[in-house]
């Protein structure tokens, strides 16, 4: 069974603070990781990795997959109060179920 | 472009009773999926719709079912109303069936008492 698991379940930072989130997966046969945002609404797409695309980067979000540790993570510097949300990670395996397995997420707080 | 729709935005109902979920998808995306979100579980995965037919399927009971129409929005429909189906149920769509993106609706707030 595929199992994905996010660190640390909730962070509270300062404006202006940089933040890691962590993402740690067990998957056969893994195809690819997403990255979500989620407010108090629906998860936004925010990247996906895959074994040919392993960095992403978009304004003040980065994310980093390393196939060798099967593990991924989400950078945010100079964080904005608008950055507070929860941040969920999610892995598709390859074959035939092609669904998203999420992790808990990670509750990050920005106070300005 | 117009994101995924989901109607209604929120529902109560009775235990016992049955409940149907709409989701109209991206234009242009032929893949649906349906997910549940509780506090306790998180996000799991129901099933993915793709050209009307169901390929694959969560690890929930068979009151749980779906259904996808030819212009590729689909349904959700839970028989036998549970207390713990309350939940948030989220539709997202794919362009394709192998397309890994997947983009979420605003979900349908089911609360059953």
């Known amino acids: 069974e595929d199992k994905v698991v996010q660190s640390p379940l909730s962070l509270v930072v300062h404006e202006g603070d940089t933040v890691t989130l962590n993402c740690s997966y067990e998957v056969t046969n893994f195809r690819s990781l997403l990255w979500y945002k989620q407010e108090k609404k629906a998860p936004t797409f925010l990247f996906m990795l895959t074994s040919s695309g392993i960095e992403k980067k978009s304004g003040r979000l980065s994310s980093i997959l390393d196939k060798k540790e099967l593990s991924s993570i989400l950078n945010i510097t100079a964080t904005q109060t608008g950055d507070s949300a929860i941040y969920l990670c999610?892995?598709?395996?390859?074959?035939?179920?092609?669904?998203?397995?999420f992790g808990s997420g990670t509750q990050l707080t920005v106070l300005p | 472009k117009a994101g995924v729709t989901q109607t209604p935005r929120y529902l109560i109902k009775t235990r016992g009773q049955q409940v149907t979920l709409s989701c109209s998808p991206i234009?242009?995306?032929?893949?649906v999926s349906w997910y549940q979100q509780t506090p306790g579980q998180g996000l799991q995965f129901l099933f993915e719709?793709?050209?009307?037919?169901?390929?694959n399927k969560g690890n929930f009971p068979g009151r749980f079912s779906g259904r996808q129409f030819s212009n590729s929005r689909s349904e959700m429909n839970v028989s036998t109303l549970e207390l713990g189906d309350s939940a948030l149920y989220l539709c997202a769509s794919s362009r394709l069936r192998e397309a890994d993106e997947q983009y979420f609706g605003p979900g349908t707030r089911l609360t059953v008492t």
């Open positions: 234009s242009g995306h032929r893949s």
């Open positions: 719709y793709f050209s009307e037919t169901q390929r």
């Open positions: 999610a892995v598709i395996s390859s074959g035939s179920a092609r669904q998203l397995t």
